[in-house]
């Protein structure tokens, strides 16, 4: 009887060992599957972006250039030289955010382990190019083992808030710092521009993109702002 009793409880215990692993095992495949249709989900609204940034900014560039080469033997030689300064000079700017928009697409720096480098690159662009007061502090940052995903994560979502300070903020001091703690990776960005009321104003791609990249790294986010009172994002990610 005792030998039987046995039997039995060795017999539950070992089925609930095999329904743990079975059920670790689904939700890491179910996991990957998750992460997987949230990177594509990305790269697809990446890629209505990318039109959508074509289409308004190049193909009207493209558009005025052609108006002044259809118009420009209309005019004396004085209104022919002011045009043609003034399609040269569009011709530079053009040139200035295409060089930016490839960098955005595919950073040179961006290779396993070198996240950092890829950072500030990125950052030295953009005060290059737009004069931006910028301070970042990556001191504290010394994981350098995380999966190459996670640093592409890290990297579109840096590139995301700093995309939306610049375009909608109006600020004049942005604050990036990245940095490890324990067992979690620390991410604060900041910036002193106009902010928006969190309450009434429903959130855009960006924010959007943002809040899926985090989740993809089981991360947590806090955003605070206001109107007139900038802008916080602090993101918590935890090492493996």
Known sequence: MINCRWTIWIAIIAALIILVVYLYRTNKKNRKKRELKIRLEAQEREKERLA???HDYFGARLSTLKLYMQTINRYD???IATMTNAA????D???IELRHLLFDLNPKQLHKGKLIDALTELVKNIKDILKTNIETDFSEYTHHNLPYSSEVSIYRIIQELLNNTLKHAQATHIMIILK???KDLHLFYQDNGIGFDSESI????GIRNIQQHTFAMDGKLQITTNTNQG???TITLPLK
């Open 202 to 205: 429903e959130y855009g791609y």
């Open 231 to 233: 802008f916080q994002c």
């Open 77 to 79: 030689a004085q209104r």
């Open 180 to 182: 490890q703690q324990k």
């Open 93 to 95: 700017s053009t040139i």
């Open 52 to 54: 959508k940034d074509l």
């Open 88 to 91: 040269m000079q569009m011709i």
